[in-house]
């Protein structure tokens, strides 16, 4: 940790009483400048509140200048014509950097999301093998042949890059997700307009400046910050962009989807979730309210993949609630820098207004809560903290039920049989991620086959592995992220049909 980093550190701590800021600016055709309007946004820490980063404040002139840079630099193929592995070899440059700077990354992770030092020291780790993978799979692009079509007909399917991608990444887990994206439409050849949310930019910030060390061609990479309006609405609807791939929430999801059919792009969604786990009266309770506690307090539970609401047989529903209460008091929450923390700090004070909110009617409408409920104080600092939260006694109509309240609140449901546990699971708009947990694989696999979800977890939660593709069904996105279909979303197919040989008339 170089001594900026421990500057910061003491400013977050109390223990100086002053801090350097990071100062971010956009990055254009490969020269770092300021926003056209010459407009700044800051960025204060969740947890105390102190000052962290000073960015550029973006419009349509800075939008309009990195796509024109990102199709410039796809359309002369300075990137689209490099072979696989020189494109993977890139990749793997900026793994080495990203593990090389992974102290100082997850130090402004941590400033600017409220998350745990350990924890974004994890992510960052996770984000190098994703860019390492993404470098593997440059390696591998491949079409296909068809030489069964007569004795004077050849053909090829050939697998190409979309062309300019719009990305657009959220607050929760910004170094994480645009590392779910970015090396994978490299991998492929594409070159891309980035936009982190405007609460969390110096991390991606950073990752431009280790691009560019890395040797990434001008243009190939660009990244304009600011706000939605006009910056995220621009990227979306720019007839310069191919495709735009997009992490956030179910409602700006449709928003894109609407405002890019105008140009027919395509479009990659990773979206919503409210996501169950059905704990049966068979299942390892102890292990079960383990792995339910670590995926409802998880990041805040400001995590698409939340654990938010269980499933539990009737029979066992008291036991295992009052494990997961017993469980809940001994969950470190505080410091975000204090590497025993576990959980963080709130984002913002209307994102915990919504989820206070949830609560207070979720206990108006008859339900329980057997734990938290409201906001906590942690000694020494002055920023937002909410406190580990149960919710028993919910019904399947509550909204604390139904919608995404990403926070660290969990509701309890309750089930009788197989199929109204598969009902109840499946009776809502979303369909990320589900859970079983059971002794007998019969009950699992039914639960697997049947369950309305683009992951499911048996007997675990929230594993993740680069190998694997990642995506939602329902309202909870489009297309997917990760393993080999990670690449495939930022690649076009294209047919080519040879006649060979001696040629024949076709018509007369």
């Given at each position: 940790m170089n001594q900026h980093d421990l500057t910061l550190v003491g400013a977050i701590k109390r223990e100086t009483g002053s801090q350097d800021v990071f100062v971010a600016r956009h990055l254009i055709d490969g020269v770092w400048v300021d926003g056209a309007s010459g407009e700044t946004f800051t960025r204060h820490s969740p947890a105390c509140g102190t000052q962290t980063a000073i960015a550029a404040k973006g419009n349509e002139t800075d939008v309009e200048a990195a796509v024109q840079a990102a199709r410039l630099a796809f359309d002369?193929?300075?990137?689209?014509?490099?072979?696989?592995?020189?494109?993977?070899?890139?990749?793997?440059?900026?793994?080495?950097?990203i593990d090389r700077d992974r102290e100082r990354i997850a130090l402004y992770e941590t400033l600017e999301s409220g998350k745990p030092i350990s924890q974004a020291k994890a992510e960052i780790e996770g984000a190098a093998d994703l860019w390492r993978h993404a470098g593997a799979l440059?390696?591998?692009?491949?079409?296909?042949?068809?030489?069964?079509?007569?004795?004077?007909?050849?053909?090829?399917?050939l697998k190409e890059p979309v062309g300019v991608v719009s990305m657009i990444t959220p607050w929760n887990f910004p170094f994480l997700i645009v590392s779910q994206k970015l090396p994978y439409a490299l991998a492929a050849g594409c070159c891309a307009v980035v936009k982190p949310s405007e609460l969390t930019s110096v991390t991606t910030v950073i990752l431009g400046e280790l691009l560019q060390e890395a040797g990434l061609p001008a243009g190939v990479v660009n990244i304009v910050l600011g706000y939605g309006q006009p910056v995220g609405s621009l990227m979306t609807t720019h007839p310069g962009v191919d495709m735009v791939s997009f992490t956030g929430s179910t409602a700006t999801g449709k928003a894109i989807v609407a405002a890019s059919s105008q140009t027919l792009k395509k479009v990659s969604l990773e979206l919503g979730g409210k996501n169950p786990q059905a704990v049966f009266v068979d299942a390892d309770l102890d292990q079960a309210a383990d792995a339910i506690v670590f995926g409802i307090y998880f990041n805040a539970g400001e995590c698409c993949n939340s654990g938010s609401r269980i499933i539990v047989h009737h029979s066992v529903a008291e036991t295992l609630t009052a494990k997961i209460v017993a469980l809940s008091k001994r969950v470190p929450f505080g410091d975000p820098l204090d590497p025993a923390t576990k959980v963080g700090a709130i984002i913002s004070a209307e994102h915990q207004q919504k989820i206070d909110s949830y609560v207070v009617a979720a206990r108006a409408a008859g339900a329980t809560v057997e734990i938290g409920g409201s906001a906590i104080d942690i000694d020494g600092l002055e920023g937002r903290f909410y406190g580990p939260t149960v919710v028993s006694g919910v019904t399947p109509d509550m909204p604390i039920a139904r919608e995404e309240v990403f926070g660290p609140v969990l509701s309890v449901l309750t089930f009788d049989t197989l199929d109204e546990a598969i009902e109840i699971a499946n009776d809502s708009a979303y369909g990320l991620s589900a859970g079983v947990w059971s002794d007998n694989i019969h009950t699992c696999l039914e639960f697997v086959r049947r369950a309305e979800a683009g992951t499911v977890w048996t007997n675990t939660w929230m594993d993740g592995f680069a190998e694997l593709p990642f995506g939602g069904v329902k309202e909870s996105g489009l297309g997917c992220e990760l393993g080999r279909f990670g690449i495939e979303e930022y690649l076009e197919t294209k047919t080519v049909q040879m006649r060979i040989g001696k040629t024949r008339q076709m018509w007369v």
């Open positions: 002369d193929g300075r990137w689209s014509q490099k072979s696989g592995r020189e494109r993977a070899q890139l990749l793997s440059r900026v793994a080495d950097l440059a390696r591998m692009i491949h079409g296909d042949a068809h030489n069964a079509l007569g004795t004077d007909m050849l053909a090829m399917v």
